[in-house]
């Protein structure tokens, strides 16, 4: 029977600024994804970081479906339980005193980048406005975070960009010194950055930043937006490091798949953010406020979190078998369930086709730019998804070799 919705009616509805794949998904159950035709995925790509518990987790359906038979939404002229009771979890959880709720990665790190310039503004004046950000981070799309990316190919043609934003070398500590001064207000960095490649930071890198942060009176932004909520076998990538920020902004993770998002800060900051200052609409909203609690009660437990390691072994030695055999990749690193490998360099630029051969075998994967493929499934995916997952990957992989080669 033909389906009533095409992935045709994307390209004929749809603003152009996504290429999704050519299959539409219908129904997921954990780590397993089915289309319109009723074919099966493991989904390795886990919504780009965000499904943490997977598809239709029993908890999660349960936390939303409580709340959405009591309220949806107030406004923020009233605050509510589930985001009283889901702040003081991350505060209990962090190095944190105070919570922002959002609903985007983008507009927590927004939230930090206002913070940052507002809190030197107050303290020590207008001139002190610069942000230090890293070449190839990722930070979001609105015109603020996509200007503190390091991707000018992503915010060039939609100057005038906002000014005093510049780009160290990330993992290069002499670089970011260099930048750094006492007009500086905000260091902003992912503590590894994702869509950059998977690229996790060096621990005297973080360290560094730390202390000249310390020494300038700069705000420390960890932009763990990708790298949160467990995905690195730490409940934020910064306890795995021993490194704490002075702000940090969650999302993906963090509603598992429900959008919400939370910038966390110290007392001493959040002081200057007074009432009227900023604000969202549905920050904090009562529906995505409960699933993002019923997530970290699953998550932040330290058998969870070791899961995450133990998940990460049988990843990498699956991917160092296949690259035994296929010669693939030139490195295979990340930490937790944020694996990337890069490509040989004589496959470069080819990792988009490798994902498109996957989908083909009903494994679903994510790319990282063009030169590295990147997994980040659900953090409970159990042995066998990842087994069957690897061995459809596998297969692609041969097809796109012998493809290469004939
Ligand atoms: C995805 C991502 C963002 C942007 O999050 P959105 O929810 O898409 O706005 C920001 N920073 C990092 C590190 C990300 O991975």
Request: proline share 5%.
């Amino acid at each position: 029977m033909p389906h009533s919705i095409t992935r045709e009616n994307f390209d004929q509805w749809m603003l152009p600024v996504y290429a999704p794949a050519p299959f539409i998904p219908v129904r997921g159950e954990g780590s397993r994804l089915w289309d319109q035709d009723g074919k099966e995925y493991i989904d390795f790509a886990g919504g780009i970081a965000v499904n943490a518990l997977g598809h239709a987790h029993p908890a999660l359906c349960q936390a939303l479906s409580e709340q959405a038979a009591r309220f949806w939404h107030t406004g923020n002229g009233y605050t509510n339980e589930p985001a009283l009771r889901l702040a003081k979890k991350l505060i209990d959880a962090t190095f944190a005193d105070r919570v922002f709720f959002c609903n985007s990665g983008a507009e927590a790190n927004e939230a930090a980048l206002k913070l940052a310039r507002k809190y030197a503004h107050d303290l020590f004046g207008p001139q002190k406005s610069g942000i230090v950000a890293f070449k190839n981070a990722f930070h979001g799309r609105t015109l603020f975070t996509v200007s503190a990316g390091g991707q000018p190919a992503y915010s060039q043609d939609f100057a005038p960009l906002p000014p005093d934003i510049s780009h160290a070398q990330y993992n290069n500590l002499e670089s970011a010194r260099a930048l750094i001064n006492d007009n500086t207000c905000a260091v902003i960095v992912e503590p590894m950055q994702g869509e950059g490649g998977v690229v996790p930071a060096d621990v005297e890198f973080l360290q560094g930043l730390r202390a000249l942060c310390d020494s300038h009176n700069a705000l420390l932004i960890f932009d763990e937006v990708q790298t949160g909520v467990g995905r690195t076998g730490e409940l934020y990538a910064c306890m795995h490091y021993g490194v704490m920020p002075d702000a940090l902004t969650t999302a993906k993770a963090l509603g598992g798949g429900f959008p919400v998002a939370a910038m966390l800060t110290r007392e001493k900051f959040a002081r200057v953010m007074t009432v009227g200052t900023h604000g969202t609409t549905y920050g904090g909203n009562p529906l995505a406020s409960a699933v993002a609690g019923a997530v970290l009660d699953i998550v932040n437990t330290r058998e969870m979190l070791d899961g995450v390691k133990q998940r990460h072994q049988w990843f990498t030695e699956q991917l160092q078998a296949i690259n035994a055999r296929c010669d693939l990749f030139a490195e295979i690193r990340g930490l937790g369930l944020l694996i990337g490998c890069e490509l040989m360099p004589q496959y470069a630029g080819k990792a988009k086709q490798i994902a498109q051969l996957a989908a083909a075998e009903g494994v679903m994967v994510l790319i990282a730019g063009a030169n590295v493929m990147r997994f980040a499934p659900a953090l409970n995916i159990s042995e066998d998804e990842v087994s069957r997952g690897l061995a459809r990957f596998t297969a692609a992989c041969d097809k796109f070799v012998a493809g290469c080669t004939s």
